[in-house]
């Protein structure tokens, strides 16, 4: 994924599947990019999304945790760290999808400038909603559908890191602060 844009995801997709090699599960082994700050963690956010839906992965892997330089997800130097806005993005897709499956987003829940990717946990049948607001704008969502399910809100933004800010009641939607990643966990009551 490395410097692809979604054109070629498809392609590459398409192309995948008419060789026949469609049942051969993809798996995304190294990335990382010169990008700091939270256009960093939009970047890995979009790159997520995109490596999720479009190449369908089975797994995905960012290319080093800790190190000496602004491409790691911590950033160690003498006694002090740093941790990259990329860690809290990456963190809402790798706390929770784990084992579980993508599902379908119906088209009621988006805008133009919000990438959404659900997955179903059928262990605990849980599904988490992730979705990046690729805006510099708040975006309003419609969690229609959800009202008869707790749905609870975490989110990566300028301000927050993978906070975890309790139950949202889905018939009023929710407000995506601008360029953020919100996961939602939404579960029978």
């Known amino acids: ?47 997520l999304h995109e490596d999720f839906t479009v190449l369908e992965c089975e797994s995905w ?54 990438l959404a990717s659900a997955y179903l946990n059928e262990e605990n049948g849980e599904i988490y909603l992730v979705v990046v607001n690729t805006s510099e704008t708040e975006q309003q969502m419609n969690l229609e559908g959800y009202d008869d399910k707790l749905v609870k809100a975490w989110e990566t933004s300028q301000s927050r890191n993978l906070e975890c800010l309790g139950f949202v009641d889905p018939s009023f939607g929710y407000k995506l602060p601008p360029m953020s990643v919100t996961t939602f966990v939404i579960s029978d009551k």
């Not at 599960?25 to 790159?47: F, N, T």
């Not at 990456?90 to 929770?96: D, E, H, R, T, V």
């Open 1 to 47: 994924s490395y410097s692809s844009s979604l054109q070629d995801k498809i392609a590459f997709k398409n192309l995948w599947n008419e060789k026949g090699f469609g049942d051969i599960p993809l798996h995304q082994s190294e990335w990382c990019s010169e990008k700091v700050g939270i256009d960093g963690a939009m970047e890995l956010a979009r790159v």
């Open 61 to 114: 892997e960012f290319w080093v945790g800790m190190m000496v330089d602004q491409y790691s997800l911590i950033t160690v130097s003498q006694n002090n760290y740093s941790v990259s806005p990329r860690l809290w993005a990456l963190g809402n897709y790798s706390k929770f999808i784990v084992g579980s499956t993508r599902v379908e987003v119906s088209g009621g829940l988006l805008s133009d400038e919000l």
